[in-house]
């Protein structure tokens, strides 16, 4: 890869945009990869492997999710409850 650096800039300090950097601005500036392409699944494994070692876990199974926060949370509910039990749903708005 090329090397990159981002313009100066101010510091965004609010909830966001996100500041990233120029590593991450780098990583992204690439064609997408279709997830059934052969060089997908080495990506994909390198990616549960580091998910596992930043939450710590050996033999865990983490979960990449291709969508929103509130889909996390739908396949969440969908996979713990059972019809007729009861849950407790708090919306903040």
């Known amino acids: 890869m090329s090397s990159f650096k981002q313009a100066e800039h101010k510091l965004l300090s609010v909830p966001g945009p996100v500041e990233c950097s120029d590593e991450v ?3 992204n ?11 997908f699944a080495p990506v994909f494994g390198d990616c549960l492997r580091m ?11 983490p979960f990449i999710i291709a ?10 509910a969908a996979n713990l409850l059972e019809q007729g039990e009861k849950s407790l749903v708090l919306n903040s708005g």
């Open 51 to 61: 998910l596992r070692t930043l939450l710590y876990t050996e033999k865990g199974q």
């Open 67 to 76: 969508g929103s926060g509130t889909l996390g949370w739908d396949i969440v």
């Open 29 to 39: 500036a690439h064609p997408s990869m279709s997830h059934v392409a052969s060089a």
């Open 25 to 27: 601005l780098l990583a």
